[in-house]
Nanobody
Framework: QVRLVESGGGLVQAGGSLKLSCAAS????????MGWYRQAPGKQRELVAT???????NYADSVKGRVTISRDNNKSRVDLQVNSLKPEDTAVYYC???????????????WGKGTLVTVSS
């Protein structure tokens, strides 16, 4: 099992920046992909960004150029830097991990409980 704990959410004004962090523990040696997803009220959970063991990344079109995902070498932490925040970025942001190379929501094996990001206009 892998445990994921997010931190760094909060209230921020539009145009501001935020850094989310996710601490992973447990059987992290089995992880091949880590990522961030978000779910806004009334909407489905969607990809924000993922990073694989080889360092390759995937970003949702809606956040490209504003978001950077990074991970430490021992896979115990993954960060998400979000700049130029918009009100439509308001959502619960979830950390996720998978035992395979994937970026699909359904492909993730482990999930954190989420952290709320609220962007005021």
């Amino acid at each position: 099992q892998v445990r994921l704990v997010e931190s760094g959410g909060g209230l921020v004004q539009a145009g501001g920046s935020l850094k989310l962090s996710c601490a992973a523990s447990g059987m992290i040696v089995s992880i091949r992909t880590m990522g961030w997803y978000r779910q806004a009220p009334g909407k489905q959970r969607e990809l924000v960004a993922t990073i694989s063991n080889d360092g390759s990344t995937n970003y949702a079109d809606s956040v490209k150029g504003r978001v950077t995902i990074s991970r430490d070498n021992n896979k115990s932490r993954v960060d998400l830097q979000v700049n130029s925040l918009k009100p439509e970025d308001t959502a619960v942001y979830y950390c996720a991990a998978a035992r395979r190379d994937t970026y699909y929501v359904g492909g993730m094996d482990y999930w954190g409980k989420g952290t709320l990001v609220t962007v005021s206009s």
